[in-house]
């Protein structure tokens, strides 16, 4: 079972959706890392979490501890957001980093 | 500030030679790590260093050697490239183990 699950693999959406992607994981964390990745390959950090809710723009990050959830949220979409968006989770006691295998995003204008 | 640097951004290598890639960060952090991305996988941490003189071993160091003798720099060293090691490999660099990660922009590498 990995770690780190994220859902859905692949979302298509139209301009304007508002668009949730989620992320499950298995153990105690220390944060919880939401990163982008272009279709040129870069990737940036979005948010780190280690509780509560974070707002960049029309990004909206959220964490239940004890869920043991995230979610990424997307409001007002647009194709310049589609890319692929990972979760990462840095797991309690560990230098260990693990990642999601990412949920797919494409707007459509 | 350049962020993190990685050289090459693409690379072809013949099995059993040896290269080294190289990551520079100009944000004087503490924490920096390598990764591979491989098809239909998370990023996977195969070395990392929470300062000079200090590394440590990730989820699939094998086939893959690090040193950290500045603050600056971290390089990877692949020591006799095999074919499973064709991936796209991610320098990244942070403040803290705890904080936001800043990434290069990978190198593509082929081995055949």
């Known amino acids: 079972k990995n770690e780190v699950e994220q859902s859905p693999q692949n979302l298509t959406a139209q301009e304007g959706e508002f668009i949730t992607i989620n992320c499950s994981y298995s153990?105690?964390?220390?944060?919880l890392h939401w990163l982008q990745q272009h279709p040129g390959g870069g990737i940036v950090s979005l948010f780190m979490?280690?509780?509560g809710k974070k707002k960049h723009g029309r990004l909206i990050a959220t964490i239940n501890i004890q869920e043991k959830h995230s979610s990424l949220h997307i409001t007002a979409s647009h194709p310049r957001d589609s890319a692929v968006y990972i979760c990462?989770?840095?797991?309690?006691?560990?230098?260990?980093?693990?990642f999601g295998t990412g949920t797919r995003l494409k707007v459509l204008a | 500030n350049a962020g993190v640097t990685q050289t090459p951004k693409f690379q072809v290598l013949k099995t059993g030679q040896s290269m080294t890639l190289q990551c520079a960060q100009d944000?004087?952090?503490?924490?920096m790590s390598w990764y591979r991305q491989d098809p239909g996988m998370g990023l996977r941490l195969i070395h990392y260093?929470?300062?000079?003189?200090?590394?440590d071993q990730g989820e699939v160091p094998n086939g893959y050697n690090v040193s950290r003798s500045t603050t600056e720099d971290f390089p990877l060293r692949l020591l006799s490239a095999a074919p499973s090691q064709t991936s796209v490999y991610f320098c990244?660099?942070?403040?803290?183990?705890?904080?936001?990660?800043?990434f290069g922009p990978g190198t593509r590498l082929t081995v055949t």
């Open positions: 990244a660099s942070s403040q803290d183990r705890f904080y936001e990660q800043y």
């Open positions: 153990v105690g964390i220390s944060a």
């Open positions: 979490l280690s509780s």
């Open positions: 990462a989770v840095h797991f309690s006691g560990t230098y260990k980093y693990i």
């Open positions: 944000m004087n952090h503490e924490y």
């Open positions: 260093s929470v300062g000079a003189g200090i590394t």
